[in-house]
């Protein structure tokens, strides 16, 4: 009898997110089991159980997938996944924190291939802005292109949370970001008129740079929101934009634009739970490289 393909879809949130549980179906598990709640000091039972039930041969039919709203919880349960792993009892394992792993690595690939084409460049050496940037997709993105030798400014409407947030990137990434209170127009409009790329990850609906605000900035630039929800994060920066110009030299990418890719992004690491030998496990890092991938020439 042919083994049945299971993913646990696992989160330190009261709900499970149904955009990972129908992206898991469409990538093509069989089943996807939903555990909320869930603390890291429960991961270690919640693995043996998966992988012994199944034996040496059918652990491997089994991923365990990482999300919720805390970065930290989600990388804990992770290490703690991963820790419980030996030969030859191997899961796939995959983290992305309500989407937020795959999204950063979607936005962070697509402001470099538009900065290298068009723009100041890629994402190594660049002044980068992101704009309410304590949640999880500015939090990724931040790790991302401090690793890749940005200078990332964070910024919050209060410094207490712009300064946690730094913190929780330095402890799980071990990069820096500047942390910076910016609770005014004016306040962002002044940062990001000294950067080369300005991200707008903010909640869904909150405008954090008006159009007119936009069109006085003057490049090389480039601008991304990831905010498809009305009113959009950059004002005039519309879903849709792939490099549209939308100011002297200022290159714009919309959220659309940057699902299109996150989409990709996930639902092929999904396939890779599936089908890659060993049994991958899929992280920020892993998201990076295959956004890249899915960006490069072809």
Known sequence: MERKRLLYLVSSDPRVSPFDINMAYDAGFDAVVPYACVEAGAVTGLVQDIMFSRGAKGARFSSVFFSGSSLAASEA?????RASLFPPFLLGLMI??????????????RVAALGGARGPGGTAGP???VLAGTGGVGRAAAALLARAGASVVLTSRDRASA??????IAALFEVSVEPREAPAEADRAALA???????????AG?????????????????????NAVPPHGLEGVRPQDDGT???????????????ETKFKVESTLLKDLLAAEPPPVVDLEAARRRAIDLLGPK
């Open 127 to 129: 002044r980068v802005l």
């Open 206 to 226: 909150v405008q954090l740079l008006s159009k007119r605000t936009v069109e006085t900035l003057r490049g090389p630039k480039v601008l991304a929101d990831v």
């Open 193 to 203: 008129a000294q950067s080369d790329v300005v991200l707008a990850t903010g909640a």
């Open 77 to 81: 349960m992770l290490r703690a996944a």
């Open 163 to 168: 300064a946690e947030a730094a913190r929780e």
């Open 96 to 109: 992305d924190p309500k989407g937020a792993y795959t999204t950063a690595a979607a936005l962070v690939a």
């Open 245 to 259: 110009e939308v100011a002297p030299r200022v290159l714009a990418i919309g959220a659309m634009t940057v699902g």
